[in-house]
């Protein structure tokens, strides 16, 4: 029972402060969204450090990874006017040196790891606040950015609560036991809903928002698996713990990560 109050009470924070960042403006966007994406790549990182498969270059990917995120959101805002691709260029490059120096075993596959989270974590976070700062005349700014989360926290509780009630035949049962496909079909149908009764609360476009339910659901699943799998590779349950209750931020935002780039990618086509 104590496990189920400690998880409840640092759900509903984690929902609270992200929901409430979007309300208040793009700074406080930007910063509560920055702030998540450093401890993900830090919890990235953690996972080969514990393996001793490779051994990533932690704080300089976190640095070059946060340095990269507040060029890309101040350029998004309109704070900045110059090309930032004379900032990027080195940011990205200068990194490779360490390749030629480095007196360890095998520097490019730590380089390759080091580089990862910038794509897997920040490249995503910093498309949430782009999703955030998409322009529309007719909703709240925060209308999108909400309903991804939105969608996306639906197919998660209704995936399990339907795989705890009625699953029967595992998904993928090496990678993620748990998982099951009457799960998988729960959270699909109810998000579709949620998508549905979204657009409807908010006057929005409803084929827009099934059409999004259809792509973030199976999206929000596979982005699960892919942090499953990578948790399988380092022989780790949690990628942190910086939820208790609920493991880390990586443990929080994997379907999110995996769903955001493909509902930018709708959002764009619809705009």
């Known amino acids: ?14 929902v609270v402060i992200t929901i409430s960042s ?29 393996s001793n498969i490779v051994q990533p270059k932690s704080y300089s990917g976190i640095l070059g990874a946060l340095l990269l995120y507040i060029l890309l959101t101040l350029k998004q805002i309109g704070i900045i006017q110059f090309p930032i691709e004379l900032v990027l260029i080195p940011i990205v490059f200068l990194p490779f040196l360490f390749v030629i120096f480095s007196k360890q075993k095998n520097p ?14 920040m ?24 309903g991804l989360f939105i969608l996306v926290w639906t197919n998660d509780t209704f995936a399990y609560l339907a795989g705890r009630s009625f699953g029967k035949h595992k998904l993928f049962e090496r990678i993620s036991p748990k998982k099951t496909w009457e799960g998988t079909i729960g959270g699909f149908v109810f998000t579709i809903l949620a998508g549905w009764i ?9 084929i827009f928002w099934i059409v999004a339910a259809v792509i973030i659901s199976p999206t929000s699943v596979l982005g699960d698996l892919i942090e499953s799998k990578f948790k399988r590779i380092v022989n ?9 209750g609920h493991g880390g931020i990586l443990d929080r935002f994997d379907a999110v990560i995996y769903a955001t780039p493909f509902f930018y990618l709708l959002l764009t086509t619809f705009g």
């Not at 029972?1 to 984690?14: E, H, P, S, Y």
């Not at 790549?41 to 514990?50: A, H, P």
């Not at 490249?123 to 909400?146: R, V």
Request: include cysteine; charge should be negative; aromatic fraction near 26%.
């Open 123 to 146: 490249f995503p976070f910093y498309l949430m606040f782009s999703i955030y700062n998409f322009e529309t005349s007719t909703e709240p700014q925060w209308t999108y950015i909400i």
């Open 198 to 206: 979204y657009a409807f609360l908010m006057d929005g476009d409803m």
């Open 108 to 121: 490019l596959l730590d380089l390759t790891v080091t580089f990862f989270p910038w794509i897997y974590v």
């Open 236 to 244: 780790v349950k949690d990628s942190g713990t910086i939820l208790p």
């Open 1 to 14: 029972m104590n496990n189920i109050i400690t998880r409840a009470v640092w759900g509903a924070l984690f």
């Open 22 to 50: 979007f309300i208040v403006g793009a700074y406080a966007a930007a910063t509560v969204l920055g702030f998540f994406m450093c401890i993900g790549v830090f919890e990235f990182y953690r996972f080969f450090e514990k």
